[in-house]
């Protein structure tokens, strides 16, 4: 028979999420925008300036436009994803004070709904009222069950704002700075910009892979969408800096 340790000890080794697994989407998400965004700026200006004889001068409008897109984004990124889920976590807070509200001051409508949804999932009559029964002497957990499968929430009670937005922000900046790299390193702004297209590419297959180690999912179909959102983006961009040589 389980005991609550053996219990906690199995869940702990064999259900805990790792940081990665926990933040992904904030990785994803952040990186993504971070490559392309970030490409995408400076492709536009390789466009526009590629070929032109002021050279010098073409590389550090690139390089200081690059960077200051990077943080300036990177930091707007990571704020609106704090703001953002600090306005899902009051939402939720308030949506769960109604639906408590509800199960203590119509306790039968709260019922019915209940059994209505168990019905629903499979249940017989008989079983979704005993079920039904059963939810009803607990409160707590009666609410978290009508807020999953009536309101079909998912429960940010447990997200950090901060963490999330300062996660976004890293991940964003970190992986943003790849494509800018080569023009730290490269004076033709040619040159830069076609390494910088490949450092790129390198940054959208190491975010593929990341992305299907944690999810799980096909790392071919990983790798290939983020390559073709980042190499759609970029190819837009370049295109339409050519319009302004």
């Given amino acids: 028979m389980y005991t609550k340790e053996t219990f906690d000890a199995h869940l702990e080794q064999e259900h805990r999420q790792s940081v990665y697994a926990n933040n992904i989407s904030e990785i994803v998400y952040g990186g993504n925008d971070g490559i392309v965004t970030t490409f995408a700026a400076i492709a536009g200006f390789s466009g526009a300036a590629l070929g032109n004889a002021t050279l010098t001068y073409s590389v550090l409008t690139v390089l200081l436009f690059g960077l ?6 990177g930091a707007a990124m990571g704020l609106g994803s704090f703001i953002s889920l600090r306005s899902e976590k009051k939402v939720y807070a308030n949506l769960k004070e109604k639906e408590r509200y509800e199960i203590l001051n119509s306790p039968d ?25 059963l939810l009803s002497k607990n409160t707590e957990f009666w609410v978290e069950f009508m807020m999953h499968y009536e309101l079909e929430l998912p429960n940010p009670e447990h997200d950090n704002p901060i963490i999330k937005g300062l996660i976004t922000f890293l991940s964003f900046c970190i992986f943003g700075f790849i494509p800018i790299i ?3 390193l ?29 999810t799980k999912e096909s790392l071919v179909r990983a790798i290939t969408e983020t390559l073709l959102v980042g190499g759609t983006s970029g190819t837009i961009a370049f295109v339409v800096g050519l319009f302004f040589r």
């Fill in 186 to 214: 490269i004076k033709n702004l040619d040159n830069a910009f076609f390494v910088s297209a490949g450092a790129a590419s390198l940054a959208l297959i190491v975010l593929g892979c990341t992305r299907a180690i944690v």
């Fill in 68 to 73: 200051a897109n990077l943080f300036a984004d």
């Fill in 109 to 133: 409508m709260e019922r019915s709904e209940t059994k209505y949804l168990l019905l629903k999932k499979g249940y017989s009559l008989e079983e979704a009222e005993e079920l039904t029964r």
């Fill in 182 to 184: 080569p023009y730290l």
